[in-house]
């Protein structure tokens, strides 16, 4: 029988032909815990009396959330990981020394293999499917269970194939294609589906847009996203040094699909998810109809804080100011981006128009710190999620866009069109 892509990487991985709606034991190739959900799959692998990891080479801890600790109880939750690190001799450790989002700093490291099976207890974990991995996040326990046993238990999800036709315009990237997905098939659209991203459109992405596709298939309520290898993810694979050898897999002509949506890219403008759901999708035309003023505008994180993000809101702010009555943070996602930014100018760019770059940290995307909402303010923000309370205070508005989106409005004060300027 024909299968997608996501079903022979599971029938690989058992040793036997699989299809969706199957319950099967699958191998793990890597496991990603964070300074957050880790400290609970370890209290688990502990009361469970295991001794060993059954792969320490395929179980990555990637310190990002509040790192450096923001208090006394992040420093406390952050010692069990280092602890156990220390313990166990962990060869995939990354903290302070060597830090970025994990899901900018696992791919970046060559930790994640297409062909893989990968999870990780954060549910941006299906990231990773734009190398032609399956990849999906979990909870803390399931972690547990794969760091005890090396393997997990999956239902093989169904796919829904998305075609994405046409070249997109200019300042349309990966961000705007998904937020343009979820607008049309809703934030349960794709529950425990696997969201195939295909058709010539893709061609025109790069990697760092592909990532930022597949970051956010988890907001459509899928398993996971995935994209097929091409020349393009191998000219991003030669550049970093794999774990090991590749497994590429392609959906068969004829696979089973459960729905197959059609995208015209050319015909798309850049969108902007109004609060509070990723759903929320609207034109930026419509934005500026809107004339919706902001106090802050935030770029970066696992879905939009790499180099290509912040080449593109570099070129935009380059001698101009951000607004008066407006905040701009930055955030590379690595420690590596950020080199590569300081050494092409770009942060005597950012600084010079009056932002504010951190270091690598999921702090200001989930509401932590390095960059909290007060009562009533509005974000334009390049991150993932827009629900309610998710950046700060609860009254507090966050609007999901592009990196471009987001410079250009940062100098304005308020949401604009960046082909406008």
């Given at each position: 029988?024909?299968?997608?892509?996501?079903?022979?990487?599971?029938?690989?991985?058992?040793?036997?032909?699989?299809?969706?709606?199957?319950?099967?034991?699958?191998?793990?190739?890597?496991?990603?815990?964070?300074?957050?959900?880790?400290?609970?799959?370890?209290?688990?692998?502990?009361?469970?009396?295991?001794?060993?990891l059954?792969?320490?080479?395929?179980?990555?801890?990637?310190?990002?959330?509040?790192?450096?600790?923001k208090?006394i109880?992040?420093?406390?939750?952050?010692?069990?990981?280092?602890?156990?690190?220390?313990?166990?001799?962990?060869?995939?450790?990354?903290?302070?020394?060597?830090m970025?989002?994990?899901h900018?700093?696992?791919?970046?490291?060559?930790?994640?293999?297409?062909?893989?099976?990968i999870?990780?207890?954060?549910?941006?974990?299906?990231?990773?499917?734009?190398?032609?991995?399956?990849?999906t996040?979990?909870?803390?326990?399931?972690?547990?269970?794969?760091m005890?046993?090396?393997?997990?238990?999956?239902?093989?999800?169904?796919?829904?194939k998305?075609?994405?036709?046409?070249?997109?315009?200019?300042?349309?990237?990966g961000?705007?294609?998904?937020?343009?997905?979820?607008?049309?098939?809703?934030?349960?659209g794709?529950l425990?589906?696997?969201?195939?991203?295909?058709?010539?459109?893709?061609?025109?992405?790069?990697?760092?847009?592909?990532?930022?596709?597949?970051?956010?298939?988890?907001?459509?309520?899928?398993?996971?996203?995935?994209?097929?290898?091409?020349?393009?993810?191998?000219?991003?694979?030669?550049?970093?040094?794999?774990?090991?050898?590749?497994?590429i897999?392609?959906?068969?002509?004829?696979?089973?699909?459960?729905?197959?949506?059609?995208?015209?890219?050319?015909?798309?403008e850049?969108?902007?998810?109004?609060?509070?759901?990723?759903?929320?999708?609207?034109?930026?035309?419509?934005?500026?109809?809107?004339?919706?003023?902001?106090?802050?505008?935030?770029?970066?994180?696992?879905?939009?804080?790499?180099?290509?993000?912040?080449?593109i809101?570099?070129k935009?702010?380059?001698?101009?100011?951000?607004?008066?009555?407006?905040?701009?943070?930055?955030?590379?996602?690595?420690?590596?981006?950020?080199?590569?930014?300081?050494?092409?100018?770009?942060?005597?760019?950012?600084?010079?128009?009056?932002?504010?770059?951190?270091?690598?940290?999921?702090?200001?995307?989930?509401?932590?710190?390095?960059?909290?909402?007060?009562a009533?303010?509005?974000?334009i923000?390049?991150?993932?999620?827009?629900?309610?309370?998710?950046?700060?205070?609860?009254?507090?508005?966050?609007?999901l866009?592009n990196?471009?989106?987001?410079?250009?409005?940062?100098?304005?004060?308020?949401?604009?069109?960046?082909?406008?300027?």
């Open positions: 029988m024909k299968q997608t892509i996501t079903e022979k990487i599971f029938s690989e991985h058992v040793g036997k032909e699989v299809f969706a709606g199957q319950i099967v034991e699958s191998n793990i190739d890597m496991v990603i815990g964070n300074d957050i959900t880790t400290p609970i799959s370890i209290k688990a692998f502990k009361e469970s009396g295991a001794k060993k059954a792969n320490p080479k395929g179980f990555a801890i990637v310190m990002d959330h509040y790192i450096p600790a208090d109880m992040s420093a406390n939750q952050a010692k069990i990981s280092r602890d156990f690190a220390y313990e166990h001799d962990l060869p995939n450790f990354f903290d302070e020394k060597d970025g989002i994990e900018a700093l696992i791919p970046e490291k060559g930790l994640v293999v297409p062909g893989d099976v999870i990780g207890a954060d549910s941006h974990t299906c990231t990773h499917g734009a190398i032609g991995a399956f990849s996040g979990m909870g803390s326990t399931d972690l547990a269970y794969a005890i046993t090396g393997k997990n238990w999956f239902k093989v999800p169904s796919t829904i998305v075609e994405f036709i046409g070249k997109p315009a200019e300042h349309i990237y961000k705007d294609l998904i937020l343009e997905v979820i607008r049309q098939i809703g934030v349960d794709a425990y589906k696997a969201l195939e991203f295909t058709g010539d459109g893709i061609g025109y992405l790069d990697m760092d847009s592909r990532f930022s596709l597949c970051n956010m298939a988890i907001e459509a309520g899928g398993k996971s996203g995935i994209i097929a290898v091409d020349d393009i993810t191998r000219e991003f694979l030669s550049k970093v040094n794999l774990r090991s050898e590749p497994k897999h392609y959906s068969d002509d004829g696979a089973n699909y459960e729905k197959i949506l059609r995208i015209d890219v050319s015909k798309l850049p969108v902007i998810a109004y609060p509070f759901l990723p759903s929320n999708g609207k034109s930026v035309s419509q934005a500026v109809k809107d004339d919706i003023k902001i106090d802050q505008a935030f770029i970066g994180s696992c879905t939009n804080g790499r180099l290509s993000d912040l080449r809101a570099a935009i702010l380059k001698g101009k100011k951000v607004a008066k009555h407006t905040r701009l943070i930055i955030t590379p996602a690595t420690q590596k981006i950020a080199l590569a930014a300081q050494k092409e100018g770009l942060m005597d760019i950012f600084v010079e128009a009056g932002a504010v770059v951190s270091n690598p940290t999921c702090g200001a995307c989930l509401g932590g710190y390095m960059g909290i909402l007060g009533g303010e509005r974000c923000s390049t991150t993932n999620r827009n629900f309610v309370g998710r950046m700060g205070d609860r009254t507090s508005e966050v609007y866009a990196s471009a989106v987001a410079a250009a409005s940062a100098i304005a004060g308020k949401i604009v069109d960046p082909r406008n300027l």
